[in-house]
């Protein structure tokens, strides 16, 4: 009785390998597939990016240069306006330093509590 049990027991392991060897080789073909998919969608999402880095690299370029001639025009300006009127920006200093001395010289008031 414990023979037939044993070559009973053989069979069903030996069904079971075979089942786990059919399962692995499944498995090996879905990772192949799998990996050759995911491949394919980096390739693409590499190029998407790619071309999406590249145009906004050329926006952040045109942006700086806009700014920086933006920045050179109002230099002009400001230098021409201080050049013609330089009393009225030497009084506007002497106002901004004197209310910066009357806001950092005043007493502080102290919120004791009771």
């Not at 700014?67 to 230099?75: I, L, P, Q, Y």
Request: hydrophobic fraction near 40%; charge should be positive; aromatic fraction near 4%.
């Amino acid at each position: 009785m414990k023979e037939k049990e044993m070559i009973h027991a053989a069979a069903g392991t030996e069904k079971l390998n075979e089942a786990l060897a059919h399962l692995n080789e499944a498995a090996k073909e879905r990772r192949e597939e799998l990996q050759r998919l995911l491949a394919e969608k980096y390739t693409d999402l590499r190029a998407a990016i790619g071309g999406a880095a590249g145009a906004s690299a050329n926006w952040m370029k045109e942006g700086g240069r806009e700014v920086g001639e933006t920045a050179k025009v109002a230099a002009s300006a400001v230098d021409h306006s201080l050049r013609k009127h330089p009393w009225y920006y030497v009084g506007g200093a002497a106002v901004g330093g004197l209310l910066l001395g009357l806001l950092i010289g005043r007493p502080r008031r102290r919120h004791d509590a009771a």
